[in-house]
């Protein structure tokens, strides 16, 4: 079992910027494949960004030029920083765990997420 502990998130202005966080327990943080979704109200969830335990990371076109995905192995946790935030970047964030496979699996799967899940984090773009 893994256990995801995020916070951050809440109301932000557009144009701010804003770092999400995720401490990861009760499986080896080495292991993981890390990342973080969001979904907006009605849609459906999607990968924002994801990383493997050696580092390699994918970030979601959509998002790509203003998000960054970082972990830290001393303190089990994933980070994402989000630049430049718009309106259409309101949406609960939740952060995901799924044991790793590779990098070729990884780069094949980067939307698919694994089966644990954070609590969600509210975040809300808005002037």
């Known amino acids: 079992q893994v256990q995801l502990v995020e916070s951050g998130g809440g109301l932000v202005q557009p144009g701010e910027s804003l770092t999400l966080s995720c401490t990861a327990s009760?499986?080896?943080?080495?292991?993981?494949?890390l990342g973080w979704f969001r979904q907006t109200a009605g849609g459906e969830r999607k990968m924002v960004a994801t990383t493997t335990p050696a580092g390699s990371h994918v970030v979601a076109r959509i998002v790509a030029d203003r998000a960054s995905i970082s972990r830290d192995g001393a303190k089990n946790t994933v980070s994402l920083e989000l630049h430049r935030l718009k309106v259409e970047d309101t949406a609960v964030y939740f952060c995901?765990?799924?044991?790793?496979?590779?990098?070729?699996?990884?780069?094949?799967?980067?939307?698919?997420?694994?089966?644990?899940w954070g609590q969600g984090l509210q975040v809300t773009v808005s002037s």
């Open positions: 995901n765990a799924r044991e790793n496979q590779g990098l070729e699996y990884f780069l094949k799967n980067e939307e698919v997420p694994g089966p644990y």
């Open positions: 009760g499986s080896r943080f080495r292991d993981l494949d």
